[in-house]
């Protein structure tokens, strides 16, 4: 049977587990996650282990990036399937604050994200999100002290926020982005896709389906404009109601007039029923 991982509960735990690597002169991997863990944050742990010696994942659903009308209470838990998981790929360490230990009584600290975290895409829909996101990321980084960190490139907006984040405070890490897990029909993995109902969950391959029409499209010298409306419509069609379909600056996320100021990225976000949806793909 897989040994499973040790799990830390406080800072304390955690840094005793962290030293006991560093004194052996290994590498740290962080990946961090809000559990429920699917094949999507597996293939971050797979990579992870590539790149290093000790992989860490953090467990903890981060109450500072969720509205108060978003899923916090019902986001998925699945803590004993998740350590079953990572203990099959043989993780080391699992580091599961409560939010008391991560925001004990007068935690006053928050950051607020520019550039990518301000360029119109997730963050006109969340306004919270990346704060949120950036203030509980930088304190894993700071706990954790890892050599890299393994984000998904699912989340396209949050890989570009958190590099930029981790440059900007000059955090002596490695942010690495791994390619998007989908399912065999194409849709991108996600713990929110559990909320899908059947005919939602058939109708959800859609957006795959369409930014990859888009970008052969473009490749193929459509305009810019035109194929985002053409790929606009086939989404409407299917029956999302869009908050954005946008083709845009792959690393500044800056809007961009054509192909030639690439690369460049098509990023959606779009609504099925009360699931939220995003994907991304480059061109
Ligand atoms: O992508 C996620 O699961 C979360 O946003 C993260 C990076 C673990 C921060 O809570």
Same mark, same amino acid.
Not at 71 to 91: C, K, N, Q
């Given at each position: 049977?897989?040994?499973?991982?040790?799990?830390?509960? *406080?800072?304390?735990?955690?840094?005793?587990?962290?030293?006991?690597?560093?004194?052996?002169? =290994?590498? =740290?991997?962080?990946?961090? #996650?809000?559990?429920?863990?699917?094949?999507?944050?597996?293939?971050?742990?797979?990579?992870?282990?590539?790149?290093?010696?000790?992989?860490? =994942?953090?467990?903890?659903? *981060?109450?500072?990036?969720?509205?108060?009308?978003?899923?916090?209470? #019902?986001?998925?838990?699945?803590?004993?399937?998740?350590?079953?998981?990572?203990?099959?790929?043989?993780?080391? $360490?699992?580091?599961?604050?409560?939010?008391?230990?991560?925001?004990?009584?007068?935690?006053?600290?928050?950051?607020?994200?520019?550039?990518?975290?301000? =360029?119109?895409?997730?963050?006109?829909?969340?306004?919270?999100?990346?704060?949120?996101?950036?203030?509980?990321?930088?304190?894993?980084?700071?706990?954790?002290?890892?050599?890299?960190?393994?984000?998904?490139?699912?989340?396209?907006?949050? $890989?570009?926020?958190?590099?930029?984040?981790?440059?900007?405070?000059?955090?002596? $890490?490695?942010?690495?982005?791994?390619?998007?897990?989908?399912?065999?029909?194409?849709?991108?993995?996600? %713990?929110? *896709?559990?909320?899908? %109902?059947?005919?939602?969950?058939?109708?959800?391959?859609?957006?795959?389906? #369409?930014?990859?029409?888009?970008? #052969?499209?473009?490749?193929?010298?459509?305009?810019?404009?035109?194929?985002? %409306?053409?790929?606009?419509?086939?989404?409407?069609?299917?029956?999302?109601?869009?908050?954005?379909?946008?083709?845009?600056?792959?690393?500044? $996320?800056?809007?961009?007039?054509?192909?030639?100021?690439?690369?460049?990225?098509?990023?959606?976000?779009?609504?099925?029923?009360?699931?939220?949806?995003?994907?991304?793909?480059?061109?």
């Amino acid at each position: 049977m897989a040994r499973r991982p040790s799990v830390a509960r *406080n800072i304390a735990a955690l840094r005793n587990s962290v030293a006991g690597y560093r004194k052996k002169g =290994v590498t =740290v991997a962080l990946v961090p #996650t809000m559990g429920a863990l699917h094949d999507g944050h597996l293939s971050l742990v797979r990579a992870a282990r590539k790149k290093a010696k000790r992989v860490v =994942v953090s467990i903890f659903v *981060n109450p500072a990036q969720f509205a108060p009308t978003e899923d916090f209470s #019902t986001y998925p838990r699945t803590w004993s399937a998740d350590i079953a998981a990572l203990a099959a790929l043989g993780v080391d $360490l699992v580091w599961a604050p409560s939010a008391a230990v991560m925001y004990p009584e007068g935690f006053s600290t928050r950051l607020e994200p520019g550039g990518p975290a301000k =360029v119109g895409l997730e963050d006109r829909f969340r306004p919270h999100f990346f704060g949120g996101v950036t203030t509980v990321v930088s304190k894993l980084f700071i706990q954790v002290a890892p050599d890299i960190a393994v984000f998904g490139q699912k989340d396209y907006q949050q $890989l570009m926020v958190v590099t930029r984040m981790a440059r900007d405070l000059d955090l002596p $890490l490695k942010v690495v982005g791994i390619p998007t897990v989908r399912e065999k029909d194409g849709l991108a993995m996600s %713990s929110r *896709n559990v909320y899908l %109902s059947p005919p939602e969950r058939a109708t959800a391959p859609t957006l795959y389906r #369409t930014l990859k029409e888009c970008a #052969t499209n473009l490749r193929s010298g459509q305009p810019l404009e035109r194929a985002l %409306s053409g790929a606009r419509a086939t989404i409407e069609q299917a029956g999302f109601a869009i908050d954005y379909v946008e083709a845009r600056h792959a690393q500044s $996320l800056a809007p961009i007039a054509s192909l030639d100021e690439g690369p460049v990225r098509l990023l959606v976000a779009a609504r099925l029923g009360r699931t939220r949806l995003i994907d991304n793909i480059a061109v």
